[in-house]
Nanobody
Framework: QVQLVESGGGLVQPGGSLRLSCVSS????????MGWYRQAPGKERELVAD???????NYADSAKGRFTISRDVIKNTVYLQMNSLKPEDTAVYFC?????????????WGQGTQVTVST
């Protein structure tokens, strides 16, 4: 059974930094894409950034220039370095992974880690 476990969330002041990590287990295959989504109270879940197995990255406009996504393809882990954090970055951050094999695609989600940006 595939599991994704996030860590690294917490409370940080505006302008501060956090590094999120997502460790996977249970998959014998490399994920095609791994990424981070977030969901703020009363809002829909939205993509923050993702990265494929060739390390090609994709960022939401709100993350460009401040966040950096990276992954260890062999270990099936993904990281999100978040700098210059703003109060509007406050949300639960979810790790996401996509595995496509022989035409079948599966999506996996972590439980989420809370990020709060506040004074």
């Amino acid at each position: 059974q595939v599991q994704l476990v996030e860590s690294g969330g917490g409370l940080v002041q505006p302008g501060g930094s956090l590094r999120l990590s997502c460790v996977s287990s249970g998959s014998r295959h490399r994920f095609n894409t791994m990424g981070w989504y977030r969901q703020a109270p009363g809002k829909e879940r939205e993509l923050v950034a993702d990265i494929n197995s060739s390390r090609i990255t994709n960022y939401a406009d709100s993350a460009k220039g401040r966040f950096t996504i990276s992954r260890d393809v062999i270990k099936n882990t993904v990281y999100l370095q978040m700098n210059s954090l703003k109060p509007e970055d406050t949300a639960v951050y979810f790790c996401h992974a996509v595995l496509s094999i022989a035409g079948n695609t599966a999506n996996y989600w972590g439980q989420g880690t809370q990020v709060t940006v506040s004074t």
